[in-house]
């Protein structure tokens, strides 16, 4: 529990002392946010066979074009944006009949 | 912001195990794709769990497709009669789920012929006939809209004449449906469930032979949700005897080499319950 010298009311003191947590929050897990997003985002045309971009569906993409338009397919999916994909079961490049 | 640190995590660890998964696929090697497919479905398990789904199934059924409850009920409710109504009468052999390629090829113009028997049902797609150009696929088959341009790409693989066809009847289906809707749709399953109504409706005109063959491609879409649903609810189950038994549900014994195909299947690994929406409109048009 952090002591508190402010000459405030109790009911502000709590606000102040929410604030300050979170505010202490972010300055700790900054530093860890900007290096997780660095390391997810930026990959400056590595080798092919290492590339993987995940969208929030955790589907992998083999450019962050691709994995950009998948998450905005999502998320626009029902704006009038919904841009329609896939006649199941009839590519047959997807069933699979060799291995490796 | 923790919560995003989190989702952050899971998405470099899926992207982890999709590193070890591809080396292991060039390996080969059966038990350890088993075993990162199993890692697979619970990181996207807790994928959705953050976003305060039940499990991934629960996400794509209630956030990415949205499915009306009474049409997911009728699904669960009708999946397995489903299953039986139509794989003893079609022509199925045990590993080779394809239908449209074993019948005769159709004698008809494509693309003009397609066009023409989609126009004597559906008039109304002679008023955006100019505005949709069809190009070669190499992931399927889907169609753009571009807004700027006003204009319909419909992308169609280099297949099969007679699966040339169904996907393009599909896809013109998706056109109309688009139409209708004045450029607007409810949901990822409203476009599906009503593109499949209109593409049954088409395709049984062509010939009762046809349109069985089209419900046949579909069987493997069932085969993957069914699987996957399986999957994602209960992590315990094995995979693999989950897989078989779903095969051999819709379309018949899978010979044993066959049985890990799922491993290498995209629809699969990349795209998960890529086909649930299909899958769903399916069952509740056609029971």
């Known amino acids: 529990m952090r002591h508190w010298s402010s000459p405030v009311t109790p009911k502000f003191q709590s606000v102040k002392y929410i604030a300050f947590q979170i505010l202490q929050d972010i300055i700790h897990l900054l530093p860890q946010y900007i290096e997780k997003r660095r390391k997810f985002m930026i990959n400056p045309d590595p080798p092919k066979d290492e590339v993987i971009y995940i969208d929030l569906q955790g589907r992998p993409h ?18 009038g944006q919904y841009q329609a994909g896939g006649n199941c079961g009839q590519d047959p490049s997807n069933i699979p009949d060799n291995k490796g | 912001m923790v919560a995003h640190l989190r989702k952050m995590e899971i998405l470099e660890k899926i992207k982890e195990i999709f590193r070890k998964y591809f080396d292991a696929q060039k390996r080969g090697d059966i038990k350890e794709l088993v075993a990162l497919y199993r890692e697979l479905i619970l990181s996207r398990n807790s994928l959705a769990v953050d976003q305060g789904y039940k499990d991934y199934l629960d996400m794509q059924i209630k956030k990415i497709n949205r499915i009306p409850e009474p049409h997911w009920q009728k699904y669960l409710a009708n999946k397995d009669a489903f299953a039986t109504k139509f794989s003893p009468h079609l022509d199925s052999s045990s590993n080779s789920p394809h239908f449209l390629s074993k019948l005769p090829e159709l004698k008809i113009e494509y693309p003009e012929n397609v066009f023409d028997l989609v126009t004597k049902k559906y008039p109304e797609i002679n008023e955006v006939r100019n505005k949709i150009s069809i190009e070669n696929s190499d992931k399927g088959a889907y169609f753009r809209y571009s807004d700027e341009a006003d204009h319909y790409s419909i992308y169609i693989p280099q297949t099969n004449f007679n699966q040339k066809v169904s996907m393009l009847i599909h896809e013109l289906a998706h056109v109309i449906s688009w139409e209708k809707q004045h450029h607007r749709v409810e949901s990822i399953y409203s476009a599906e469930f009503e593109a499949h109504q209109i593409e049954f409706a088409l395709t049984k005109d062509i010939s009762n032979e046809f349109s069985q063959a089209v419900f046949g491609e579909y069987l493997m879409g069932q085969v993957r949700s069914d699987f996957q649903i399986a999957i994602f609810t209960n992590t315990t189950l094995d995979p693999i005897v989950t ?45």
């Open chain 2, 243 to 287: 897989y078989t038994e779903n095969f051999a549900k819709y379309i018949g014994e899978l010979k044993k080499e066959n049985q890990t195909d799922f491993l290498f299947d995209k629809k699969i690994t990349h795209d998960p319950l890529v086909d649930l929406s299909s899958a769903v409109s399916i069952v509740n048009l056609l029971t």
């Open chain 1, 62 to 79: 083999d450019t962050p074009q691709e994995c950009i338009e998948a998450n905005l397919g999502v998320e626009e999916a029902g704006g």
